[in-house]
């Protein structure tokens, strides 16, 4: 008597839908939500409805394209990792040789 088993071999990727990588899909979720919230506004406001499905549909081509290229560009997480680049200095300056030079055992605590 033998058993299958079925190995997920997925495990350790990101997710992707349609080529939208790991975060990508929540950038582009949030900015659908907001479209949707821009188009109940400027139809609340008595724009014109074709106008608003155009200017909606226009904001969403752009979006769909921003944050795939986003997703291309920077892959899974390369976006955060360029960010966080930004924030490690370029130089540490230091005025004492304190810091080189070594910790004699009766300087430790």
Same mark, same amino acid.
């Given at each position: $008597? #033998?058993? !299958? *088993?079925?190995?997920? %071999? =997925?495990? @350790?990727?990101?997710?992707?839908?349609? =080529?939208? %990588? /790991?975060?990508?899909?929540?950038?582009?979720? /949030?900015?659908?939500?907001?479209?949707? $919230?821009?188009?109940?506004?400027?139809?609340?406001?008595?724009? @014109?409805?074709?106008?608003?499905?155009? +200017?909606?549909?226009? #904001?969403?081509?752009?979006?769909?394209? *921003? !944050?795939?290229? $986003?997703?291309? &560009?920077? =892959? /899974? *997480?390369?976006? $955060? %990792?360029?960010? /966080?680049?930004?924030? !490690?200095? %370029? !130089?540490?300056? #230091? &005025?004492?040789?304190?810091?080189?030079?070594? +910790?004699?055992?009766?300087?430790? @605590?």
């Amino acid at each position: $008597m #033998s058993s !299958v *088993y079925r190995i997920n %071999k =997925g495990v @350790n990727k990101p997710v992707e839908f349609k =080529g939208f %990588k /790991a975060q990508y899909i929540w950038y582009l979720g /949030a900015g659908l939500v907001l479209l949707l $919230m821009g188009f109940a506004v400027l139809y609340i406001c008595g724009v @014109n409805p074709a106008l608003c499905l155009g +200017i909606i549909l226009l #904001s969403g081509a752009g979006l769909f394209i *921003y !944050v795939g290229r $986003m997703s291309r &560009t920077y =892959g /899974a *997480y390369g976006w $955060m %990792k360029k960010i /966080a680049r930004k924030r !490690v200095p %370029k !130089v540490i300056k #230091s &005025t004492s040789r304190r810091y080189f030079l070594p +910790i004699s055992p009766s300087q430790k @605590n």
